[in-house]
């Protein structure tokens, strides 16, 4: 499948198999990984076979079970760092979807293992996404409206809609949808609402905006 087909049937999986993802997978994710480090200088980490971080109460109370693969997302603090770590996680999120893998974003529920992977000193870990075979694809969930979340009306340009459309099936924290995308001449502007991982999410917005409207980063104001 390519990147928009992932995008349409990609949903968050919480619960997964023992099925062992295959070394050319993992191959395949790290060589994608290393590119997107290297694009945006983050320290995103796949971390494999750590059952740990996903075994305490939080993780059950998030009803997450199976996990022993996951990303996590790490790079230096410093302005723009949260977008930018929701962008590349959803980048790395989507090509996983075209491996075949399930993925989920998760903010609170699991525990630190600091010694699966590296912080290196003025970097954080932001973030981790639970990576592996789901039981299930997961499954749609409700979405706000194009106009509850845009500028968009009739008279809109297509790339506009389908930009809208696309940012409308970016996963955000406890499906808040807290962003608002504005049309401005030829110029989009995209704004977090006042919430929790809300510029994480925009991070997400901005990237499936991108792929469905087919416009590059120079359409942001």
């Excluded at 299930?136 to 809208?164: C, H, I, M, Y």
């Amino acid at each position: 499948m390519d990147l928009l087909e992932a995008m349409q049937q990609r949903h968050s999986v919480r619960r997964y198999t023992d099925r062992p993802i295959e070394q050319e997978k993992i191959d395949a994710l790290e060589k994608f990984i290393d590119a997107c480090n290297s694009e945006s200088g983050l320290h995103i980490q796949l971390v494999k076979d750590e059952p740990k971080a996903f075994d305490g109460a939080m993780a059950h109370y998030g009803n997450f079970s199976g996990v022993r693969n996951y990303i996590a997302v790490i790079g230096k603090k410093g302005a723009g760092f949260e977008e930018k770590c929701g962008y590349y996680g959803e980048k790395i999120v989507l090509y996983a979807q075209t491996l075949g893998l399930n993925t989920c974003w998760v903010a609170l529920t699991f525990k630190k293992i600091p010694s699966a992977y590296e912080v290196g000193k003025g970097e954080k870990l932001e973030i981790v996404i639970s990576l592996g075979y789901g039981e299930t694809q997961g499954k749609e969930r409700k979405t706000r409206t194009a106009q509850e979340v845009s500028n968009l009306t009739d008279t809109s340009p297509e790339w506009f809609r389908k930009g809208v459309e696309a940012a409308l099936l970016a996963p955000t924290a406890t499906n808040q949808q807290k962003f608002f995308l504005s049309l401005e001449g030829e110029k989009v502007r995209a704004k977090a609402g006042f919430s929790y991982y809300t510029k994480v999410d925009l991070g997400i917005v901005r990237y499936h905006f991108e792929l469905g409207s087919g416009k590059d980063a120079g359409i942001w104001k």
